[in-house]
C-alpha cells in the first residue's frame, strides 16, 4: 500500500506576496514582524509550504509509523483569529522559555498567538534560535 503524500510541501511561491495578500491589517503587520524577527534567528531564508506556512530552514523526519517527509525547522502561518509559530522538534525542550514568553496557547510543536503585543519578542527569537540547534540533535 502506498503511503500518504504529505499535504504540505515547499513551494516556490512568494513569500512577499503571501504576507502581502493578508486582508488583515493587523494580522499583516504582525506577520512582517514575526518574518523579520525568524530570519535573525535562522539566518535562513523564508519560503513558503503549501499555501499558508513561511517556513524557515528544512529537515527529513521518519515518525515511528514509518511515514516521513521534509518540513521546515521553524515557521509561522497567520490564521484568522491567531498566529501559529512552529518550533521543531517540540516544545517540551522550552519550557523555562514559555514561562517568560507571555500570553499564548501551546500545542505540540506550535504557539497560536492572538496578539503579537502579548508576548516578548526577545524570548520569542531565542526559542527559535534554539530550535535550530535542537533540530539538529534529532536529525544527526
Known amino acids: 500500500m502506498a503511503?500518504?503524500?504529505?499535504?504540505?510541501?515547499?513551494t516556490g511561491?512568494?513569500?512577499a506576496a503571501f504576507i502581502e495578500g493578508i486582508?488583515?491589517?493587523?494580522r499583516r503587520k504582525?506577520?512582517?514582524?514575526v518574518l523579520a524577527l525568524l530570519k535573525r534567528a535562522t539566518?535562513?531564508?523564508?519560503r513558503m509550504w503549501g499555501g499558508s506556512v513561511v517556513g524557515f530552514?528544512?529537515?527529513h523526519y521518519k515518525d515511528s509509523s514509518g511515514r516521513e517527509g521534509d518540513w521546515c525547522v521553524t515557521g509561522f502561518s497567520p490564521r484568522k483569529d491567531y498566529l501559529a509559530v512552529y518550533l521543531l522538534p517540540g516544545l517540551h525542550l522550552h519550557a523555562a522559555n514559555l514561562k517568560k514568553l507571555g500570553k499564548v496557547k501551546t500545542g505540540k510543536s506550535c504557539l497560536y498567538i492572538k496578539d503579537l503585543a502579548d508576548i516578548d519578542l526577545a524570548t520569542l527569537e531565542r526559542m527559535a534560535k534554539q530550535a535550530c540547534v535542537d533540530i539538529k540533535q534529532f536529525t544527526g
Open 3 to 10: 503511503k500518504a503524500q504529505n499535504k504540505t510541501t515547499k
Open 13 to 15: 511561491a512568494s513569500v
Open 23 to 26: 486582508q488583515d491589517e493587523a
Open 30 to 33: 504582525d506577520a512582517k514582524a
Open 43 to 46: 539566518g535562513e531564508k523564508p
Open 57 to 59: 530552514g528544512e529537515y
